[in-house]
């Protein structure tokens, strides 16, 4: 009697397990990988939401990579604006985890990395809001620090001036400390090997030569997180575009992303969209592989990899 | 570390700090001027709060000598002290009353929608998470691998396919259309924590309570739970955060505008009508960030720990 009951208790077992996990394999099935084999799918064809479908094969992807003007200006932008974003969140929040992790009492190094935490408590869109309705407005801070300093002719409207709008777009943010990536750098700089710092103070390594040549090394693994994020967000993010210039003047700060939404919810070209969104992702998928390869952690230099 | 080079680290950090800070304390002193105040003069001080510290004392003294002072219309009334500190205080919360009565929705269904969220996230994730650390099945594997392959997909490429399904569902202007797909990619990243979590306890611990007579769902709750207590506040807060900030989607989901959550509600106002109020927009900025505050207030510890664990890096 106690031999059949094992099997039966293993199948009953065996049996919830599958129970547990078919919850999420469903959810992931019907709300992950449904639209992702749809945006390969629809991309094929030309469709409004409720309208009539043609296959159009490969046309949309012609259309946008050949024949649409947006295209490469949209890809312009992209490309500058990630490429600031990258340079700042690899240096300013390094820099300023650096300065935090030098102070020698841990109370205050507390303190300032919560007060640079803090701000992740108001909304990105209410962030997005303050740029555009308070620092860039015509009223607002930047130009009246400008007219204070009888600086009159150089205020503007600074989003809605086609030669500044993109620079200013970029600047949102400024002075980019995010306290998330502080956090991050501070956790690398601080598992850094007590036996590496005394090395390297027996050495005479210190100051900025430490800083370049010991603690970047080191915090390597951080640098290239923050790295892979900040390219995919750069690369598909458009929310702060939107909210801030809608992708105007004209189509001064229009990314691909912002594109692809307009054509998909203004447009209601829903298969142009979709091959949008696919060449977004092949170019996500392309540069993270690149970064996977080419950027080393700190564990792959000390594996002399 | 001498006192000198001290005082500039501390000098440094703090300028940092103020810059970063600065667009909020312009947001707070606009959020208690009016339109006129703001036009005229950017960089004053809130005159509605200098009238309130005037009309204190001579409220406390009892004094009867009627005061002047500017009312929620902006005209100037003749009134006994008490009153006026009413009248005053009235008129710099103007903002925010009216702000609270725009958002208050907003923020009421963003709370329901990121609780909601996380409470599924952690459910389902710590339940899989488990299951598919600590028990032994045909295919286990190969189903951690197809539920960790969709973090490969960038929000990007399934944004359009995926509001074409939820349409199709019928889920437009529900709850639904926000919580199902939040729950179901954000159950990825706490499946991934908590396995990486539940892989690193000791297997004597689950051996001994097994002996004991345990069955899976005791393991689970004597066990598991109370030991990844640090581990689930850190997900929860990552959900939450996660949630409260998502915009687009709620924008495009709420064809009818009813179910709005904070993000996608702050963007509605600003560019409304009531947007011409400067004092409600940037007061409403300022609600909408109180409720996160109390999170950070009430989590910062496991969090800090949590993000400085090591835990991120690739």
Known sequence: MNRERIPNHRLRATLSCYAIVAVPVLLLTLFVYLPVIWAFSKSLYQFEIGGESVFVGLGNYVEFLTADPVTWPSLGHMLLLTTFAVCMRLSVPLLVAKLVHSIPVERWRYVYRIVFLTPIVVPG??????????????????????????????????????????????????????????????????????????????EGCTGLRKFFLIDIPMVMSQLKLVLILTIIGGVQGFQGLFIVTRGGPGFKTTVPGLWMYYNAFSFQRMGYACAIGVCLFVL?????????KYFRSTEELEGGR | MNHGKQILLHALILAFAAATLLPFVFVMNNSLRSNAEQYHAFFGLPQSLERIIVTIPAALRGATEPMTVEDEEGTLRQVAPAKALGVSVLTATKGYRHAWHVIRP??????????????????????????????????????????????????????????????????????????????????????????????????????SARLDG?????????????????????????????????????????????????????????????????????????????????????????????????????
């Open chain 1, 125 to 202: 869109v209410a962030v997005q809001l303050i740029w555009s309705g308070l620092i860039y407005a015509d009223n607002g801070l930047v130009n009246e620090t400008l007219r204070s300093l009888g600086l009159d002719s150089l205020a503007r409207g600074w989003l809605s001036d086609p030669t500044t709008a993109l620079p200013a777009v970029a600047l949102i943010g400024l002075p980019f400390v995010g306290g998330f990536e502080v956090l991050i750098y501070y956790a690398g700089l601080s598992g850094i090997p007590e036996s590496v710092n005394e090395a390297a103070r027996l």
């Open chain 1, 284 to 292: 996500i998928f392309g540069l993270t592989l690149l970064n996977m």
């Open chain 2, 106 to 207: 907003y923020m009421l269904n963003s709370l329901f929608v990121s609780i909601t969220t996380a409470a599924g996230v952690l459910l389902l994730g710590s339940l899989t998470a488990y299951v598919l650390s600590r028990q032994r099945f045909f295919g286990a594997k190969a189903l951690y691998l197809y539920i960790i392959g969709t973090m490969m997909f960038p929000g990007a490429l399934t944004l359009v396919p995926s509001f074409m399904l939820v349409k199709k569902l019928g889920l437009l202007n529900t709850y639904w259309a926000m919580i199902l797909p939040y729950i179901a990619g954000g159950q990825v990243f706490a499946i991934f924590v908590f396995k990486s979590f539940f892989d690193g306890l000791p297997e004597e611990l689950f051996e």
């Open chain 2, 214 to 314: 345990a069955g899976h769902s005791q393991l689970y709750r004597y066990i598991v739970l109370p030991l990844s207590k640090p581990v689930l506040s850190v997900v929860a807060v990552m959900s939450i955060l996660g949630t409260w900030n998502e915009f687009l989607w709620p924008f495009i989901t709420n064809t009818e505008g009813k179910y709005h959550v904070i993000a996608s509600g702050l963007y509605v106002l600003a560019t409304s009508p009531y947007a011409s109020n400067f004092s409600t927009l940037f007061a409403a900025y300022l609600i909408s960030s109180v409720p996160l505050l109390l999170l950070f207030i009430y989590a910062t510890k496991p969090f800090i720990q949590g993000v400085t664990s090591g835990a991120f890096k690739a």
